[in-house]
């Protein structure tokens, strides 16, 4: 079992930046793939962007390509989300999640994940 908790939301004016953290409790945090989603509301949780479990892989969605970069710090049992460019659009809670690996694929559904924090809000003015 594992908890995941992230922090670093807050509110930030479009073309700004914000780094997510995502602090795993537990020795299986290095085990598991890893993801970023969001929900913005009235919205349904759409994925953000996917790690292997040895950052061997990691993948995004289309509309992020360019402007976030995922990474992971297994020693520290912490994932991170470096987000630039910020536009309002990406105003949304923000989620990290894990399962279980399936070699290197990156899961981009909610269903597929079994591990979930409770969420960090980003709020993008303009």
């Known amino acids: 079992q594992v908890q995941l908790v992230e922090s670093g939301g807050g509110s930030v004016q479009a073309g700004g930046s914000l780094r997510l953290s995502c602090s795993g409790s537990?020795?299986?945090?290095?085990?598991?793939?890893m993801a970023w989603f969001r929900q913005a509301p009235g919205q349904e949780r759409e994925f953000v962007s996917g790690?292997?479990?040895?950052?061997?892989?990691?993948y995004y969605a289309d509309s992020e390509k360019g402007g976030f970069t995922i990474s992971r710090d297994n020693t520290k049992n912490t994932l991170y989300l470096q987000m630039k460019n910020l536009k309002p659009e990406d105003t949304a809670a923000y989620y990290c999640?894990?399962?279980?690996?399936?070699?290197?694929?990156?899961?981009?559904?909610?269903?597929?994940?079994?591990?979930w924090g409770q969420g960090t809000l980003v709020t993008v003015f303009s």
């Open positions: 999640a894990g399962k279980t690996p399936t070699g290197d694929y990156i899961a981009t559904l909610p269903e597929q994940y079994n591990f």
């Open positions: 790690i292997s479990e040895r950052c061997t892989r990691t």
């Open positions: 537990g020795r299986t945090f290095s085990r598991l793939t």
